[in-house]
């Protein structure tokens, strides 16, 4: 059995990638719902993070969907 390391090497550093943006983009989207909060705590409106927070959930939902589109096809 012979190992192609340099593909396996690749698979790692895409999961690590994509691992580490879905981490983000779902940071993203908490910090987007906190500012929420804060703004309605003081009285304002915090559209524009909400919006952001929801954009950001939905491009996880996105790239969730889509691994398991590659992982069934």
Do not use: H, N, P
């Amino acid at each position: 059995m012979k190992i192609d390391w340099a593909a396996l090497g690749s698979v790692f550093g895409v999961s690590l990638l994509s691992t580490v943006a879905l981490v983000g983009l779902f940071t993203l989207g908490i910090v987007g719902l906190s500012k929420r909060e804060t703004a309605t705590a003081q009285g304002g409106s915090a559209a524009l993070a909400v919006t952001g927070a929801y954009a950001c959930f939905a491009a996880c939902a996105a790239a969730v969907a889509y691994g398991i589109y590659l992982i069934v096809a």
